[in-house]
């Protein structure tokens, strides 16, 4: 009997953009996963709102193959274009299938100042201008 078994590649994202310290609307958001197991990629893209939030739901994938033993590799990015200009956002390999795996079972809340200038994040395993919500 095939066993599948619903795999989380990218989990639930809600974002805010800020340019010195306010929310700005019309940012194109573009979020990427590479999905390594299977060669699957895919792309998507949405606009911030008049208070600068962003939303992307949960994207997740089937293998009959991925009960096999492997080392899970999903690469995620998102980038950021705002007037002419193109912002890391968002940088991150992800080696589980868990939903919010990303961050240890923490909700994927990001804020994403255009000001500042991409930087790693240890503390949550990414880099970008995007960091996590306090």
Known sequence: MAFSKTLYLFSEVNGIVLLDGKPVEGVEVD??????WKGEKARRVTTT???G???FPVITGKSLTAALPH???VEQRMRLYYQGKEYQGWYQSKH???????????????VCDLNDEPAPHPEIGSSGICVLQK
Not at 31 to 36: D, I, N, P, R, T
Request: hydrophobic share 25%.
């Open 31 to 36: 979020q990427e996963y590479h999905w390594h």
């Open 49 to 51: 709102d008049a208070q």
């Open 53 to 55: 939030r962003f939303h």
């Open 71 to 73: 080392e899970p590799v």
């Open 96 to 110: 589980n299938y868990d939903d919010l795996g990303e961050l240890n079972g923490r909700p994927m809340k990001l």
